[in-house]
């Protein structure tokens, strides 16, 4: 005698185009009514148990594949869908389709939300100061720094790491009067100053001091909404200490002072001649205390600092006193 299996076979026919299949349900259970899909129809609708078949005792492969479909886990899940296996591969490729799309976005925003928040400084200076030496210095950590030439474009070193483990984007801005100033705009239109270090050649400071003053004040006339803020830091590196002609910060900033004093007359006699107002095409005058003769870095809204340092060897005025300011940016 054949033994009786848990399941039996039964066909199911669509209440509307009169479609037949077969469906697998338990032995035990009374006739069933199920929503399935209608190839006919295109759609799902009742269909309804018309015939057991009789005298199986083991089901084919594909039916007793079907029996594990519907076994009662999947079967309460197909039920509270309400739906069957098709659609729930539908469903389940939709929902898995969203999923990705939205782990993308969040990838995506992450990413570029911390690319746009990371700290910028800015170096800046006259050509041949030494900026990007520096730069280069910096992203080595001195190991193999190779040699540098006078840049047209903007040098980004997007991930440095201080000594406490911050990590800042480094811009490096042109030099030459043709270029910086276009370039300077553009790299600010990406990303906000946190910082600026303006390199200064410390051995060629009392020769070229007029265009070294006249490029900083530029900078901190023109540029206001970046580097005029309360407290904003900036350093003034007084480069190639190793050179012998180099002069002290001490030196360097008094001279830079002199200097400033004179710019500061010779734009205000500028703007008496065109306007009662303190800017014109966007200079403002920067003066520091009620004597407008006088000139103080001190007094500036911007939180100046003076260091010695060196793009050549490892001394004690080499590249660590930057290294150790941008570690407090």
């Given amino acids: 005698m054949v033994a009786k299996t848990k399941w039996v076979l039964v066909l199911l026919e669509s209440v509307i185009t009169g479609h037949r299949q077969f469906f697998i349900r338990d032995r035990a259970a009374e006739k069933t009514e199920r929503l399935l899909f209608d190839p006919e129809l295109r759609a799902r609708c009742l269909f309804r148990e018309v015939k057991r078949k009789r005298g199986v005792s083991e089901l084919p492969k594909f039916y007793a594949d079907k029996i594990k479909e519907d076994s009662p886990k999947n079967s309460s899940l197909l039920e509270l869908l309400g739906t069957d296996r098709e659609t729930s591969e539908q469903i389940f490729i939709v929902l898995l389709t969203l999923i990705l799309g939205f782990s993308f976005i969040i990838l995506f925003t992450l990413f570029f939300r911390?690319?746009?928040t990371k700290k910028t400084v800015y170096l800046l200076g006259v050509s041949d100061s030494g900026k990007s030496q520096m730069l280069a210095n910096l992203a080595s950590k001195g190991r193999n720094t190779p040699t540098t030439v006078t840049s047209q474009v903007a040098n980004v070193l997007e991930n440095f790491s201080t000594k406490s483990g911050k990590v800042l984007r480094l811009v490096d801005i042109p030099g030459a009067d043709k270029v910086r100033a276009a370039i300077l705009t553009n790299s600010l239109s990406k990303f906000n100053a946190a910082g600026v270090i303006y390199v200064i050649d410390s051995s060629q400071i009392v020769k070229d001091c007029r265009e070294i003053a006249e490029c900083l004040y530029t900078?901190?006339?023109?540029?206001?909404?970046?580097?005029?803020?309360?407290?904003?830091?900036i350093l003034l590196a007084c480069n190639k200490q190793d050179s012998p002609n180099s002069k002290s910060c001490k030196v360097v900033k008094s001279l830079l002072e002199k200097e400033f004093a004179v710019l500061n007359k010779t734009r205000a006699a500028a703007l008496d001649e065109t306007s009662s107002s303190s800017n014109v095409g966007g200079r403002k005058i920067l003066t520091t205390s009620e004597n407008d003769d006088g000139f103080n870095f001190e007094n500036l809204p911007q939180n100046v600092k003076f260091l010695e340092c060196?793009?050549?060897?490892?001394?004690?005025?080499?590249?660590?006193?930057?290294e150790n300011w941008l570690d407090e940016i």
Avoid: H, Q, R
């Fill in 310 to 322: 060196t793009t050549v060897g490892n001394g004690e005025n080499s590249l660590e006193n930057v």
């Fill in 219 to 233: 900078f901190l006339a023109d540029y206001p909404k970046f580097f005029s803020l309360k407290k904003f830091p």
């Fill in 114 to 116: 911390s690319k746009s």
